[in-house]
């Protein structure tokens, strides 16, 4: 039995989430220990039965994602489509918030650091790859005339050596 609760507990809404809606929502209202234990059953039970009934219809349209009209279906299909209105609403909003998050989060503006500076930041970077890069490729070409120059000895010696023979 408590593995269980174990499960419920896994399964439900975070206390500090549910408690912080509760100020929010009558934030001049006291509100006992176990009446936030009922409302936690409560809220989870809801969520498990809109989303088992938003699963229901998704597989009977043979969808493989649950999609928000599954949830708005579901609202209707449990006779809670009074809540229609405030879901969409809450999906409209949170799409907004999320949109902006994406258009106003940029790395850039979070460094702190001015635009023209990181530009400047990243040509001396790419100067001093390029400078590398030369000194590099000048070492192989050393690297190789002498391998030639070895090799050309290595070859006069060795006509020499056939020539003494």
Not at 88 to 108: D, F, I, N
Not at 113 to 128: G, H, N, S, V, Y
Not at 133 to 147: F, S, T
């Amino acid at each position: 039995m408590a593995e269980a609760n174990r499960e419920d507990d896994e399964l439900s809404i975070p206390r500090a989430a549910l408690n912080k809606m509760i100020k929010e929502l009558i934030p001049n209202i006291r509100v006992a220990n176990d009446a936030r234990e009922l409302i936690l059953n409560c809220c989870t039970e809801f969520i498990h039965l809109v989303s088992s009934e938003a699963n229901e219809i998704c597989n009977k349209q043979q969808k493989k994602t649950i999609s928000p009209e599954h949830v708005l279906l579901a609202l209707d299909s449990l006779g809670f489509g009074n809540y229609k209105e405030d879901a969409m609403s809450v999906m409209q909003e949170a799409k907004a918030v999320a949109a902006k998050k994406r258009r106003g989060s940029s790395r850039l503006e979070n460094l702190g650091i001015p635009e023209e500076e990181l530009l400047r930041q990243q040509q001396e970077l790419f100067a001093k790859a390029r400078q590398e890069q030369a000194v590099l490729e000048q070492q192989q070409w050393i690297q190789m005339q002498q391998a030639l120059q070895q090799q050309q000895q290595q070859m006069s010696q060795n006509t020499d050596d056939d020539d003494y023979s």
